[in-house]
């Protein structure tokens, strides 16, 4: 299920508060915040797609030293 991210409407100047919930792609966004009740508005973000080149990529290279190896490096 996909992970949102909303965040608190404010009209008085004071920084957003975000929060983060895993709803169902069919679910209805949220209105109101689920603790406070305040107003809140769905954030949009890029989404996060794991490539080749991700952070997590790059770190299971990095853990494996056969791997390291391979890449030219040497790990101490």
């Given amino acids: 299920m996909p992970l949102y991210i ?3 409407i404010r009209d008085d100047g004071q920084p ?7 709803q169902s792609i069919h679910d209805k966004p949220l209105t109101q915040h689920p ?7 769905r954030k949009i973000v ?5 490539g080749s080149h991700s952070q997590m990529a790059i770190e299971g290279k990095l853990k ?4 390291l190896e391979d890449l030219g490096f040497t790990r101490y």
């Fill in 6 to 8: 909303y965040q608190v």
């Fill in 35 to 41: 603790e406070t009740g305040e107003p809140v508005k």
């Fill in 64 to 67: 494996d030293p056969k791997k």
């Fill in 16 to 22: 957003p508060e975000e929060f983060e919930v895993v």
């Fill in 46 to 50: 890029a989404p996060f797609v794991a």
